[in-house]
């Protein structure tokens, strides 16, 4: 009796073996660029261009949270890819029913979006405070002081995908002060770098006070959110990918280990019959799909997968993969 509870144990336990794992996992999330409307003139004014303010605080965010260990997050170029191939815009980054839809597409458990409510100065101060050029670059200064101050303040959301609701909100806040420094100091560049993006990552812009209160402010933020890990539902993923290299019955999709897909995993292939459009706006609002047929994964590496295809079609490259419903 001993042995066969022993078999039996087994077999339960490795016919649900995606089932364990899921729920020992990681939550999986994805940040995205952060609004910083709020800033722009001041950012114009430091940077002497419109630099992507909210793209270097992602990125920074990223680093932190990839750091503390909480969350498996989403690898920000390879969402750029599929952000720019659906042709979601920058002004989509703080909508939460956007945020959910690109979730859904890249096989998260909730989408990160924030906006960046304060940056460069404390407004708090400006009936004392005025803002002067050294060196070819801004600075903030008191009357009759000294002294140089930064501040930098970020809000965030956790957006349940599946919903759009905002099941988690954080903040951060990162206040430098330096006497005699202006807010690049003499470690920012003045201007960005190509595609109006500055790397907030740098040593440089680290050293300098606005990249101290920009450092404080996204520690203080990664935090926040490492301590709403609880509220995110492990969901199971469901893949959407596409068609990227088609070799008589081998299919290659450009989805990987990376966003869930295993050895033996059942995806179908569709392709897009139709197309209809919001007549108000000329955005695609809808697909309608043909079933090509099916693939069964039998190799995966981190951002493709290979498997076998049965249907009566041939499948192409650009095609839809995705997970059944049933």
Known sequence: MGLRLVAALILFFSALPGEAQQQNRKRRVAVLNFDYATVQDWVQMIFNSNVDVGKGVADLLVDKLVSSGVYQVYERKEMDKILNEQNFSNSDRANPATAARIGQLIGVDAIIIGSITQFGRDDRSTEIGALGRVAGRYGISGVGRKESKAVVALNARIINVDTGEVIGVASGQGTSTRSGAALLGSGGAQTASGGGYYDMRSANFASTILGEAVGKATEQLAAGLNGNADRISLRTVKLQALVADVSGDTVIINAGSRVGVKVGDKLLITRSNREVKDPATGRVIKRIMDQIGELIITEVDESS?????????????????????N
Request: net charge positive.
């Open 305 to 325: 997968a290979t498997g076998k295809f049965k249907g009566p079609a041939t499948p192409q490259v650009g095609d839809t993969v995705k997970t059944p419903e």
